[in-house]
Each structure stands twice: as C-alpha cells, then as structure tokens.
C-alpha cells in the first residue's frame, strides 16, 4: 500500500469515528460504550454461539467474555447451553435486551441522518457510492483464505450456493447429482485441496484443486465461485491466484479448468489472468470451454 493511500485511510478513520461519535464513553448516549454496543447489535442482528459471535466479530475470546458480562450484568442478554451442543453458550437478548436494540437501533440511524442531511441529493449520492464501494473493498481486503475439509458445514454450504447458482444460470439447469461426494474424494489432501473465502466467519467464495489421474503433472481447479454481493471487488481473483499456488505445492507443473458460456465473468477473469483456451480434455456435459495455464 503507497503511503498516500495509508494516509487517506488514517485520516478517514480519525475522522469517522469522531463523528460517529465513537470516542464517547457513552456511546450514542446508550450508557455502553462501542464495543458493548457493537455486540448488543450484533446480538439483535442474528443471535447465536459465543463461538460463532466471536468468528463473526473477530474478537479475543477474553475481551468476548467481558463484553458479554458487561451485557449480563445489565440483563440485556442471557447465555444458555447450546441445544445443539451443550458445550457450547448461545447468546439471546433479553426482553430489556430488545428494547436497548430497538432505541440502538433509532439513535443510529439518526445520527446517521445528522450526518448526511447537510449534504445536497447529488452529494448524498456521491457519498453512498463511496462507501458502498469503500465498504466491499474494505470487507475484500481483510477476507481470510482458509483450507477446510469439503466435507464440512461452511464447505457444504458454499457448495450448495454454487450448485444452485449454475442451475440458475444454465440453460437446461444443473444437475449436481452425486458431485458432494466426488469432491470430498478428490479434493481432499494430499492429491487434492479445498479453499474457502471467509469475511466474518461467513463463506463468501471458495474452489479446490484436484489431481488428473491420467497426468500427474496436471492439477484442475474446480468448483470456482464467489458470493454475488462480493463480485467487483478483485476477490476471484485473489481466490484463483490462491489455488494456483496450491496446484505447485501439490506438484503440479500445469493447471486446467472448464466452464460453461453462461458464466461470462469466469471465462474473461481466466483470460486476464493469463490462461488460454485448449481443446476438450473432460467429459464434463456442462463444459463448452477448456483452459490451460502454465505455472
């Protein structure tokens, strides 16, 4: 990052959290300070685990467990054990727990409203853009690339979202068929590797990479996808540079792929980023292009 870039970020933080009025001890009058507050919305917004609280918000397990009595001691939550798994504490708010949200919730949008108001239509547009690019940029840039057995809950559920987006989008549909239990043999170590894109412990992209039996040399990335919220934002292709290094630490010399027409945005990110298109090499029904890329 060049220096005037860190600088521009630095002096918006100063100046946002000012106004937002972050810095008060008492956070929007609420008689909670940020943090507290933070995770009294988050609560509100979609309760659940203690762990899952603590994936979503990034937050030490220790400074977790203080904000979470601080919102006991007021009674504006109350942890039980998790019916799923008693091991676990689930975060609910309370009767008072709601009402606090609910006047959070006002305070915050008034504030908001404060900021904006001064601002002619044409700058509130301005504005909105900004930040809405501001934000998926910001979001994009602090995403954790992590390798998860395909198998697992968050893989699964990536999966499902692809699956049912190449249905969508396909012509004819997309059968996945018995695809869930092929990809947890192949793209499971070591001739394989799953990779999921997670922004506050949420699966928001993924792909894998699997061996070629008939050519050791050959690595094929698979199940490509990104959330579509996420799209624009450069993270498929962090996520394709990811796995292409994964392809040389597996052994491979040279990775494959395919795609169908519909999904215009894949074919021209392969092109830009350096692959060209060979003939067929599958069997894959839904395929109509091929690409290679030398690593």
Known sequence: MSD????????????????????????????????????????????????ELRARLGLDSGYLSRLLRRLEQESLVTLTPDPDDRRRRRVDLTAAGRAAWADLEHRSEERARLLVDPLTP??????????MTADLLVRAATVSLETLDPTSAP?????????A?????????????????????????????????????????????QTIASDLTYGEIKRMWV???????????????????????????????????SLVEAI???????????????????????FEKRL
């Open 4 to 51: 005037d870039l860190a600088a521009v970020v630095r002096r918006f933080n100063r100046s946002y959290t000012q106004r937002i009025g972050a810095l008060d001890e008492s956070f929007l009058g609420m008689g909670l300070p940020l943090g507290t507050a933070r995770l009294l919305y988050e609560i509100g917004i979609e309760p659940g685990t203690v762990q």
């Open 227 to 261: 959330h579509d919220a996420w799209r624009g934002a450069g993270l498929g292709s962090r996520l394709l540079r990811h796995l292409e290094a994964a392809a040389a630490d597996l052994g491979h010399d040279v990775v494959r792929l395919d795609t169908n027409d």
């Open 155 to 163: 893989a699964q559920q990536a999966m499902a979202a692809y699956f």
């Open 165 to 209: 987006e190449l249905d969508a989008r396909f012509p004819g549909g997309f059968d996945a068929g018995s695809q869930s239990t092929k990809d947890a043999e192949l793209l499971s170590p070591p001739t394989g590797i799953f990779v999921m894109a997670l922004s506050d412990g949420a699966p928001v992209a993924c792909g894998g990479v």
């Open 122 to 131: 044409r700058q509130q547009q301005r504005l909105g853009e900004a930040l």
């Open 268 to 290: 021209g990110m392969y092109r830009r980023s350096g692959y060209a298109e060979i003939e067929r090499y599958n069997d894959n029904p839904y395929a109509r292009h091929f």
